[in-house]
């Protein structure tokens, strides 16, 4: 069984990387100059604000001493997000076709193993915890999962693409 310091220590460790993944998609934006994958990043941020809220609501009630309260935490919870409907991914692919959006298949791949790498983190995490604690780190695995899904699509997609366009004009 995980002590309450343990615990403190890996929500800890999980509210940083996720500011570091939110830090990632605003840097992002910047890099991204299409309308559609601008948005959906921008939906992005928004989930990690609330796995950021969620952590930290946990992370209170460690150090209070308190049991963790899902219920409360869960409130900022999220469903699995649609981040680009089909006419938003058809044109965000078309116009990494017309503009040779380079730039935007390192940020997906990037952003793919940094989601995979913290899915698997609370994964590991949830199999060494128990009650609540493993609970909430199993949402947040789930969470993850969702947006390594998201992002390794469009990885692959673009990879694709970029792998049989003519260079050369």
Known sequence: MTTQPQLIKIFEYALNQEQTGMS????????????????????????????????????????????LDLEAAGAVSLEPTNYFDERARSEFLQQCVEGSMVPDVTV????????????????????????????????????????????????????????TMPWGG
């Open 24 to 67: 990632f998609f605003q840097t992002s934006l910047d890099r991204i100059g299409i309308g559609a994958a601008k948005s959906a990043f921008e939906r992005l941020i928004e989930e990690e604000r609330r796995h950021i809220s969620f952590i930290s609501r946990l992370l209170d009630d460690l150090r209070q001493g308190m049991e």
């Open 108 to 163: 997906f791949n990037v952003a793919w193993l940094m989601e995979k790498d913290l899915s698997e983190f609370y994964a590991r995490m949830a199999q060494k915890t128990d009650g609540k604690a493993k609970e909430a780190l199993e949402m947040l695995s789930r969470w993850e999962r969702e947006h390594e899904r998201f992002f390794r699509q469009y990885r692959d997609k673009l990879t694709e693409v970029y792998s």
